[in-house]
């Protein structure tokens, strides 16, 4: 069955230093999505992202976060300057766009990566 | 903005009984999706059930069902003959129509399973 597949599982960095998330979402999936989860809370949206560009964003994806899709097969989050705060897990999901009738919009999620800030 | 509400931290129940976890929602739109998702100890995000606001049947997956009230913005997991497998964070989830907002969680249930 074709999955999500993210990398690095884990990423420890320092406060300051940019990271940058990958991605690889399923082949004929359309709509991508980033969310982070802080330890012992819940999943929170980030970006959803269709036809190349942003669709839309919470107010957590502020300036520091960019997203993008550099050859037709990565999604990628980057983070530009790391802070504590930004230590969480980090979730990547797409799923197939709407092409006729209802989707069921089932969200299929990478493992995701753990990011540390240290 | 639409608000998800699990009102149970943590649930605990014996191997081959009946659970029910709670969620409420709120919303005023009338195009929706409902999800539960299942996150054990490794977090991975695993779909359980979902439920399309449209349809007005309660969705089943095996041992899974939800009990989806629409007018009183409810959508309750029950878990049948719970098996060890399924201790687990649970998140209620709500999407709507369309995909672009991306998913709005609750805080999670902790579900227990005493063998």
């Known amino acids: 069955e074709p999955e999500v597949t993210q990398t690095p599982s884990h990423q420890v960095t320092q406060m300051g230093q940019e990271v940058i998330l990958r991605c690889v979402p399923i082949s004929n999936h359309l709509y991508f999505y980033w969310y982070r989860q802080i330890l012992g809370q819940k999943v929170e949206f980030l970006v959803s992202f269709y036809n190349n560009e942003i669709s839309e964003k919470s107010e957590i994806f502020d300036d520091q976060f960019s997203v993008e899709r550099p050859d037709g097969s990565n999604f990628t989050l980057k983070i530009r300057s790391t802070k504590l705060e930004d230590s969480a897990m980090y979730f990547c999901a797409s799923i197939i766009a709407l092409t006729s009738g209802r989707p069921s919009y089932e969200q299929y999620f990478g493992p995701g990566t753990r990011l540390t800030v240290t | 903005a639409q608000t998800v509400t699990q009102s149970q931290p943590e649930m605990s129940v014996q191997e081959a009984e009946t659970v029910t976890l709670s969620c409420t929602y709120d919303?005023?739109?009338?195009?929706?999706?409902l999800f539960w998702y299942k996150q054990p100890p490794s977090r991975q995000m695993i779909l359980v059930i979902r439920?399309?606001?449209?349809?007005?049947q309660n969705a089943t997956e095996n041992r899974f069902s939800v009990n989806f009230q629409k007018a009183a913005k409810s959508f309750s997991l029950k878990i049948s003959d719970s098996q060890l497998g399924d201790a687990a964070m649970y998140f209620c989830a709500y999407l709507l129509g369309g995909g672009a907002d991306g998913l709005t969680f609750g805080k999670g249930t902790h579900l227990i399973i005493q063998p």
């Open positions: 919303t005023s739109e009338s195009d929706y999706y």
């Open positions: 439920q399309e606001a449209y349809k007005q």
